[in-house]
């Protein structure tokens, strides 16, 4: 199955603090050699001031050498950092600390400014060694007091670049410290910033630069905001808002195809509650059937085995291909650290698509054979399929008779207007393929240069 990981595809895009999650799942899956998985690591933890931590990667790594002088001097060296820092910025901690001051700051950063050279005679300079330290908080892993810092500079920053860094900072910080509602905040107002920087760039730069920076950034905010999407309770219906609007979808499908497979994940876990009649919007409603388009055009360029599920069901309408590769597709999503925990709950939803799918060509099906296409013994897929036509819209269409252990589908026929509108409703988006397919013929498509892309963080990746 490590064939199917993505860790390796998807580190490059990451911070090198937020990497640290997705190789500890690695030891613990045992997808990779542990000593491969703990060599990386240790090269990792020599890029940051977690001394101690890179020590006790070192020590596990070469338990019969003794621990390079390099490390005590590291470790020197960042305690007398933080001292220097910390002293330089508990100027301005000290004033926004006040309640008076607090009460008195408006939205206006620059009236701020005058306000605080006024009355405290902070300057710019002093300001900036706020961001400094917390900065250097992140770096050995105080994420939470780095959060807190960066967040204090943002509301007196005037430095557009500054405030950019901070903010991808912010994110990362409230990502590690798993704050799920500050970091989907974040999230949404770094998007903000990300879609609309580039907008005021264009008018003074050439068109080209201005749109494939954009395009870097919002590579990286895609893999970034996998944190946020699978640990928020409504995140997989946030990600299927956001990753399906043309603009991120076409970012995916230039950059990252690979992330299809938490979209085409993220839908199946959506599909059963959508078709229960909770309340949804129409994007995640038709997200499956959106997801499938998109599968098909970019299978040129990434297939797995959660993405060929959905392809034969809805493609190819072969469910004996598709009860094999959800055998596999369940043990991938076991194995994804983003989605390992939603195992279980994939496995009932994809067996839900399995049988609407099923039921909509059949008007008469074998209770036995529909179980055993879902991998279920017959008393299993019996109770499964009873529970199923209770929670779901398919009690009004289906009935079971126990006797002859048969469902019965009774189906009301389409209205000819549903029917026009079932046929129209992929045009626009077959249209799009078919330029972008004309765009990029015959060349590939070019993805972006990982060195380029890099985002400016509170600290790099590589």
């Not at 701020?112 to 710019?124: G, P």
Request: glycine share 4%; aromatic share 10%; with cysteine.
């Amino acid at each position: 199955m490590a064939d199917y990981d993505l860790s390796k595809t998807i580190i490059p895009y990451l911070d090198r603090h937020l990497a640290f999650p997705l190789l500890a799942h690695l030891v613990e899956t045992s997808l990779f050699p542990i000593e491969q998985v703990q060599a990386a690591q240790y090269e990792l933890a020599k890029g940051t001031n977690m001394v101690d931590y890179a020590v006790s990667l070192f020590e596990q790594l070469h338990p019969d050498e003794e621990i390079p002088e390099e490390f005590s001097g590291k470790r020197d060296k960042a305690v007398s950092t933080n001292e220097r820092l910390q002293l330089e910025a508990q100027a301005v901690l000290d004033v926004i600390e006040n309640p008076d001051v607090a009460q008195a700051l408006r939205q206006d950063k620059i009236q701020n400014l005058q306000y605080l050279k006024d009355n405290y005679n902070l300057t710019l300079e002093q300001i900036t060694a706020l961001y400094n330290f917390g900065q250097f908080q992140y770096t050995y892993g105080n994420y939470s007091g780095a959060a807190d810092y960066l967040y204090h500079f943002r509301v007196l920053s005037t430095d557009n670049d500054l405030n950019t860094s901070a903010h991808w900072g912010k994110l990362a910080s409230d990502i590690l410290t798993g704050k799920w509602e500050t970091a989907l905040e974040e999230l949404n107002t770094l998007r903000d910033v990300v879609d609309s920087r580039s907008t005021s760039t264009l008018l003074t730069a050439s068109t080209e630069p201005a749109a494939l920076t954009q395009l870097h950034s919002r590579t990286w905010l895609v893999h970034w905001s996998l944190f946020v999407y699978f640990n928020h309770p409504q995140g997989r219906t946030l990600l299927l808002e956001t990753f399906l609007s043309p603009t991120y979808l076409n970012t995916i499908q230039t950059s990252c195809p690979w992330i299809l497979r938490y979209m085409a994940t993220a839908a199946i876990l959506s599909r059963k509650s959508a078709a229960g009649g909770t309340a949804a919007s129409s994007r995640v409603r038709h997200s499956i059937r959106e997801i499938v388009k998109v599968i098909q055009t970019e299978e040129y360029q990434y297939q797995d085995p959660v993405t060929s599920f959905l392809k034969e069901l809805y493609i190819e309408f072969d469910f004996e291909a598709a009860q094999r590769e959800l055998t596999l597709a369940d043990r991938v999503v076991g194995d994804d650290f983003f989605l390992g925990e939603f195992r279980e709950e994939f496995l009932d939803n994809a067996r839900y698509l399995i049988s609407e799918a099923y039921c909509r060509i059949h008007q008469r099906i074998d209770i036995g054979d529909l179980s055993e296409r879902l991998n279920l013994s017959r008393d299993e897929g019996e109770k499964w399929i009873v529970n199923l036509i209770r929670e779901t819209r398919m009690g009004a269409e289906a009935k079971i008779d126990l006797e002859k252990n048969v469902i019965e589908i009774h189906r009301s026929p389409l209205p000819v207007y549903q029917s026009v509108i079932e046929k129209t409703r992929g045009l626009a988006f077959r249209t799009q393929a078919l330029g972008t397919g004309m765009l990029h013929s015959p060349q590939q498509p070019q993805q972006p240069q990982q060195t380029q892309s890099q985002p400016t963080v509170v600290e790099g990746a590589r």
